[in-house]
């Protein structure tokens, strides 16, 4: 799997989650990188090692590479697999086409979302529609409306207050907003409070920032890799 097999995979399963709709119509190329997977949000969950990798993938998915996705009108896309192919390519030359509007193929969307219920884990009820209906959610039933809540056994010292995690080295340190899903495993993340670490694979979601260049930090760096400035103090 290359980065256009990643970005579009990618792309198709965060847009079935929390816009099925996108999936069998057009949007403005300029959405896509501006507001579905922008580089600066989804960097981490896309594994790209820098801009100009993110921009080379979209500029091969709106050139038509694999059959992934069309663009309107013909002649930018026509423009862009130009671009693509060429010796040397301007990756983020589709920022000139802003208003051209693509769509991605039934074909490449169904490829994605078969793959996606005929890996599910046992136990894990398939979609009703797998090719773009969002899961449906569960129903209580009567038992479970009606029942009181089962008190919370208090932990030690009387208190039930559950104790604050802290990222590790996390001094000084400025974290970002955390995605809506696991950037490793993938899995949806709880809202409406802040998660550190993912309940799923316990893996770490918030991204660091350094506090004095503002450039990303890996788990367990001391060192800012752009400006040199201490993070563990």
Known sequence: ??????????LVNHLAKDAPER????????????NIVPYRGHRRALKFE?????????LRLLSGERGYASVEPLDVQE?????AES???????????????VK?????????????VAY???????????????PEPEVATPDELFAPPEPEAPAEGGSTEPEAVEPP???????????????????????????????????????ATCPACGDALEPGWRFCVTCGHSVTG
């Open 1 to 10: 799997m290359d980065d256009l097999d990643r970005l579009f995979r990618y």
């Open 23 to 34: 999936l069998t119509s057009p949007f403005e190329v300029s959405e896509l990188y501006q």
């Open 50 to 58: 820098s801009v100009e990798d993110y921009d080379m993938a979209v």
């Open 79 to 83: 423009a862009l697999a130009l671009e």
């Open 87 to 101: 010796v040397n390519p301007d990756p983020g030359a589709f920022r000139d086409f802003a208003a051209a509007t």
């Open 104 to 116: 991605l193929t039934a074909r490449g969307v169904r490829s994605v979302l078969d793959e996606e």
């Open 120 to 134: 599910a884990p046992p136990g894990h009820a398939p979609r009703k529609d797998s090719r773009f209906a969002p």
């Open 169 to 207: 080295d996390g001094r000084g340190l400025v974290f970002e907003a955390v995605e809506a899903t696991c950037p490793h495993c993938y899995v949806e993340l709880p809202g409406g409070r802040r998660v550190v670490y993912c309940p799923s694979c316990g893996r770490q979601v918030e991204e």
